[in-house]
């Protein structure tokens, strides 16, 4: 992630692919991911983190505008969860347990409140787990940008974040484009 930041280059993380399911006109668009489920976990997990890091440092304009962009849907919806990666029913504990990790700061989730009119996450099943591969990843890239920011500051953390969410030669570009159109 650093080489690519760093030195402005691409990096392709494979084809994704998507299919289009049919479902209520009126209601947001849902894809099944055939191929890149794991990256896009991975991907969405790393936004996760970032949003986690700008809510630390108290730079809740940022943190709010990646939740809302990437992670959830804005829009009424009768879909169970407005969480826009819709994972495997054995991850959606860890999932839930993801964003209520975002949502302990109680300063975002006002400010999240004046946008985001109601948050649903996944509902719970018998075998929901809040620990597992999924949130041993999130924990990892918190730790990386914990360490980013220890190490280089504020500045960093808003190129990590610059340079993989809104220049055009970045290597998520793709990435972008299917959150925002999800």
Not at 23 to 40: A, E, F, M, T
Not at 42 to 55: D, E, N, P
Not at 80 to 104: H, M, T, W
Not at 120 to 141: E, H, Q
Request: aromatic share 10%; proline share 4%; glycine share 4%.
């Amino acid at each position: 992630i650093l080489e690519t930041i760093d030195e402005q280059s691409a990096h392709f993380l494979g084809a994704i692919i998507i299919h289009g399911r049919r479902n209520n006109p009126s209601d947001v668009g849902v894809y099944d991911i055939i191929d890149g489920q794991q990256r896009i976990t991975t991907l969405m997990l790393y936004i996760a983190a970032l949003v986690k890091t700008y809510t630390q440092e108290k730079e809740y304009k940022k943190a709010v505008d990646l939740f809302l962009r990437y992670l959830v849907y804005t829009l009424p919806s009768s879909r169970p969860s407005n969480i826009k990666l819709y994972s495997c029913k054995e991850d959606r504990g860890q999932i839930n347990a993801v964003f209520e990790d975002l949502l302990s700061n109680k300063t975002f989730a006002k400010e999240l409140g004046k946008t985001l009119n109601r948050f649903k996450k996944f509902p719970p099943t018998p075998d929901d787990k809040s620990t597992g591969r999924i949130k041993l990843n999130y924990n990892s890239a918190k730790r990386f940008l914990k360490d980013q920011l220890e190490t280089n500051g504020l500045q960093r953390i808003n190129d990590i974040s610059i340079s993989l969410w809104h220049k055009p030669a970045c290597c998520l570009i793709c990435f972008r484009n299917i959150f925002v159109n999800i």
